[in-house]
């Protein structure tokens, strides 16, 4: 398996634009997590899903922030419209919901200028 | 929620030394403590993890041990090598393995 994959790597967008980051979860987990890796704050849960559907976004920052699961392979976070304190790396991890625990993608850069 | 803290942030140690890393977690419910390697343009990486039901666990050079009643856990590198600097990251889970906290990071540099 290829592990988590996230597109794009490396995000640079104005202010203002909407931006769209991509994760395919490992092939079989039944959980799909989004963090955000900040300096300040570390690791955030922004968003949970199990099978598809959405169990807790009590992270999501803001009503700007949006996360879709359509299919079992497939996950999408949206940011709109952005704003530079959006800048950070958000990472994808799947898990199967037991130990040992999740598998994190690379993480997509975002910078907005 | 759960709440979990991190010492020390930064950590240097010359090779061969051991590394300690330690947590503290609030919420006396969490039964699921795992650890994360981060190394730079990556992802964290679980490399052990302990159940509430255990005391310590090793897995070659790195060991947990599990503190419940003062809810404390640690991570234990000995003979450490050049790559294992990396940020490493303990976690906590409450009621099953699925939602983990994370602990702020703690920046690991190995000195040859």
């Known amino acids: 398996d290829a592990g988590v994959i996230q597109s794009p790597r490396h995000e640079v967008t104005e202010m203002g634009q909407e931006v769209t980051l991509r994760c395919k979860p490992i092939s079989g987990h039944d959980y799909l997590f989004w963090y955000r890796q900040t300096m300040m704050r570390g690791l955030e849960l922004l968003i949970y899903?199990?099978?598809?559907?959405?169990?807790?976004d009590s992270g999501m920052p803001e009503d700007r922030f949006s996360a879709k699961m359509p299919n079992a392979s497939f996950s999408t976070l949206k940011i709109q419209p952005s704003e530079p304190r959006d800048s950070a790396v958000y990472f994808c991890a799947s898990s199967l919901g037991t130990p040992p625990g999740y598998t994190f993608g690379s993480g997509t850069r975002l910078t907005v200028v | 929620g759960e709440n979990v803290e991190q010492h020390p942030s930064t950590l240097s140690v010359q090779e061969g030394d051991s590394a300690v890393i330690k947590c503290t977690y609030s919420?006396?419910?969490?039964?699921?403590f795992p650890w994360y390697k981060q190394e730079l343009g990556k992802g964290p990486q679980l490399i052990i993890d302990i159940r509430s039901n255990v005391g310590e666990k090793k897995d070659q050079r790195i060991a947990v041990t599990l503190n419940k009643t003062a809810k404390h856990f640690s991570l234990h590198i000995t003979e450490t090598q050049p790559e294992d600097s990396a940020v490493y990251f303990c976690a906590a889970s409450v009621g099953g393995y699925q939602k983990v906290t994370f602990g702020t990071g703690t920046k690991l540099q190995v000195i040859p």
């Open positions: 899903f199990n099978n598809n559907v959405p169990i807790d």
């Open positions: 919420d006396s419910a969490s039964n699921y």
